[in-house]
C-alpha cells in the first residue's frame, strides 16, 4: 500500500513537498483553500499529483497517512484541529526533506532578526570556498525541490518558528540562532515563552557532534538557554569579551577560534556594514568554519558579499535625500537594529500588521533619531499612541506613494527616508517584497 501523503497549502513549500513525495512513491494530493498560482498547478499537472484549489474536501484530507501542513496555517484553524483529533501525525515541509536528504550536510539558521542575511552571507562563504551547496528555506527553493530536483552535499537553510514547530526528526549538523526577540506573538497565543520554545527546537535532535551556534550578547537567549537540554557542542559569538571557542570582536577586530585554529579579520574590510551585520557576519563566519570552509575563503567571501534587497537597501539620493528601503523589517526589532545603525536624521515610515508589536522599544532611538514618522497601514491607531509624546509629526498615509511624496516634503537636506515598517504587509501589499518594491518606483518616480 502505498503512504498518503496530503499536503495543505500550495505555495513553494507545499509544490516542494509534493514533487518530492511524488518521486519517492506516495499517493499524494494537495489541497489550497485559496487559488493555486498558475506555474504550480502547472508543475502539478505535469507530475500527474492530484489537487484541489478554493476547498478543502474533509474526506480527502482525513484519510490521510501523515499531513504536510504549509508553515503559513496556524494551529487554531478547524481543519487542522480536525486533523489532530483523528490522530494523523502533522509535519512541516523541512522535516519530510530531511527524511530523504540522503548523507548531505545541513545548516540551518533560524532567529527573529538577520536570519536571511545570515542564511544568503553563509551560502556566500560555503560556495566561494568551493563548497558544493544549495540556498533553501524560506530564501531560494524550499528545501524538498531541492532534494527532489538538484540533490546537493550540503544545504544552506533559513528556517522559520512555524517550521520548527513541526519538526519529529530534524537535525541540522549545524544549527544557528541569531537571536530571540517579540514576534509572531499571534501565533503562539500572545505567550513568548511558547515563541521560544520554538526557536530552540533547531537543536532539538542534535548530537554532541553537532555545533549549536548561538548570539551570546542577546538577553533572551542567555536568560533562556539553560532551559533546554542541548547535547550539540556550543560555538557563541559575542561583542563583550574574550572566548576560548566562538567568535568575538575586540578592538574592531573579529576572532574566529575553532578547533585550535584562530582567525582574525578587520571589521573595516567587512562588506556588510553596522553593528547587526557584524553579528550576523560572525554568526555566517562560524557555519562555515563547522563544515570546514577555509579561513582565507571566509575572509575573502566576507569582503565580496553584496546586500539584500528589501533589507537596508539603498535607493536613491534625491536633492540630498537618502531613500533606504528595509521593507523586511517585519518586526520591532528589525527596525530598533535599522534605526541603531543610522547616522542621519530620520523620516521613518512605518506600519502595516501588526503582530502583537511592543513599540516601547524603539522610543529611546526614535526620540534621538526621528524627525517625523510617516505611517503606511490600515490601522496606525497604536502607533499614534506609542510616539505622540515623543514626535511631534506623525501623519498617515495610505499607499507607498503617498507615504514617499509626504516624507520627501517632510526632509530636509541631509536626512535619510527610512521604510522600516515593524510590521506585517498584508493590509496595504501582497508581502514584504511588494511592498519594498511599490516603495522604490515610487521614489524613482519624485
Not at 19 to 36: H, N, P, T, W
Not at 218 to 227: A, G, H, Q
Not at 392 to 412: E, G, K, R, W, Y
Request: with cysteine.
Amino acid at each position: 500500500m502505498k503512504k498518503r501523503l496530503v499536503i495543505l497549502g500550495a505555495g513553494e513549500s507545499g509544490i516542494g513537498t509534493a514533487l518530492l513525495a511524488r518521486q519517492q512513491g506516495y499517493d499524494v494530493f494537495v489541497s489550497d483553500g485559496g487559488e493555486i498560482r498558475d506555474n504550480y498547478k502547472m508543475e502539478l499537472k505535469s507530475a500527474q499529483i492530484d489537487f484541489e484549489e478554493r476547498q478543502h474536501s474533509t474526506e480527502k484530507i482525513l484519510n490521510a497517512d501523515e499531513v504536510m501542513k504549509s508553515p503559513g496555517i496556524p494551529e487554531k484553524n478547524e481543519l487542522v484541529k480536525q486533523i489532530r483529533a483523528k490522530g494523523i501525525g502533522i509535519i512541516s515541509e523541512i522535516e519530510f526533506a530531511y527524511r530523504y536528504k540522503g548523507n548531505s550536510k545541513i545548516i540551518a539558521i533560524t532567529g527573529s532578526n538577520g536570519k536571511t542575511t545570515t542564511t544568503s552571507l553563509t551560502y556566500h562563504i560555503c560556495k566561494t570556498g568551493g563548497a558544493d551547496c544549495a540556498l533553501v528555506g524560506n530564501v531560494g527553493y524550499s528545501f524538498a525541490r531541492q532534494v527532489a530536483e538538484d540533490p546537493k552535499p550540503l544545504y544552506v537553510a533559513e528556517i522559520s518558528s512555524f517550521q520548527l514547530d513541526d519538526i519529529k526528526t530534524f537535525r541540522p549538523d549545524v544549527a544557528v540562532l541569531t537571536n530571540i526577540t517579540e514576534d509572531h506573538l499571534d501565533r503562539y497565543e500572545y505567550k513568548i515563552e511558547n515563541y521560544i520554545s520554538s526557536k530552540y527546537r533547531i537543536a532539538l535532535n542534535q548530537q554532541t557532534e553537532d555545533v549549536f551556534i548561538y548570539n551570546m550578547d542577546d538577553e533572551v537567549t542567555v536568560k533562556t538557554i539553560s532551559n533546554y537540554s542541548i547535547k550539540s557542542t556550543p560555538a557563541p559569538f559575542t561583542m563583550s569579551k574574550q572566548l576560548p571557542q566562538g567568535a568575538y570582536l575586540l578592538n574592531a577586530k573579529m576572532h574566529l577560534k575553532w578547533k585550535n585554529e584562530e582567525m582574525q579579520m578587520s571589521i573595516e574590510d567587512f562588506a556588510l556594514k553596522g553593528k547587526h551585520n557584524h553579528y550576523n557576519s560572525m554568526a555566517a563566519s562560524l557555519a562555515a568554519t563547522a563544515v570546514d570552509i577555509r579561513k582565507e575563503k571566509i575572509r575573502e567571501a566576507l569582503q565580496t558579499f553584496e546586500t539584500l534587497e528589501h533589507r537596508m537597501e539603498t535607493v536613491a539620493t534625491i536633492k540630498n535625500v537618502e531613500f533606504i528601503n528595509d521593507s523586511k523589517a517585519t518586526n520591532v526589532n528589525s527596525t530598533w537594529y535599522a534605526l541603531e545603525s543610522m547616522e542621519k536624521p530620520v523620516i521613518l515610515i512605518l506600519g502595516g500588521v501588526d503582530k502583537g508589536n511592543d513599540y516601547s522599544l524603539l522610543k529611546e532611538l526614535v526620540k534621538e533619531k526621528v524627525r517625523a514618522i510617516v505611517c503606511m497601514g490600515t490601522d496606525n491607531r497604536k502607533i499614534h499612541e506609542a510616539f505622540a509624546d515623543t514626535i511631534p509629526l506623525i501623519v498617515d498615509t495610505a499607499t507607498a506613494q503617498d507615504a514617499v511624496n509626504t516624507s520627501f516634503h517632510f526632509a530636509n537636506k541631509g536626512d535619510v527616508v527610512l521604510l522600516s515598517p515593524a510590521c506585517a504587509s498584508f493590509d496595504l501589499f501582497k508581502n514584504y517584497e511588494d511592498r519594498g518594491n511599490q516603495f522604490k518606483k515610487a521614489v524613482k518616480e519624485l
